[in-house]
């Protein structure tokens, strides 16, 4: 038999809809580390979570994106503010 796995994984505040939870990127980021890697490519990056978050792990982060609005999203986004917010509401929840 054939499974299906969602694309998006919900795991933590996301910055948009149909985004992936910055729990998930951060343990993606970890991942991707430990690995021994050290660039995470993102080639539609939206409003940039994940490549904000590799930068937080101390990875370098390359993203595509065709909005404009999304890309300076992107560009603006605060990986460690992020966190702390997710984490503050876990902890409320």
Known sequence: PVASVPDVLRRGRATWGRGTGVRCCLAVCRYVKKAGFSTVIDPFCGEGLILAVAGHCGLNGIGVELSRRR?????????????AQDAAAEAAS
């Open 71 to 83: 890309a300076a999203a992107a560009r603006a986004l605060d990986a460690s503010a992020l966190l």
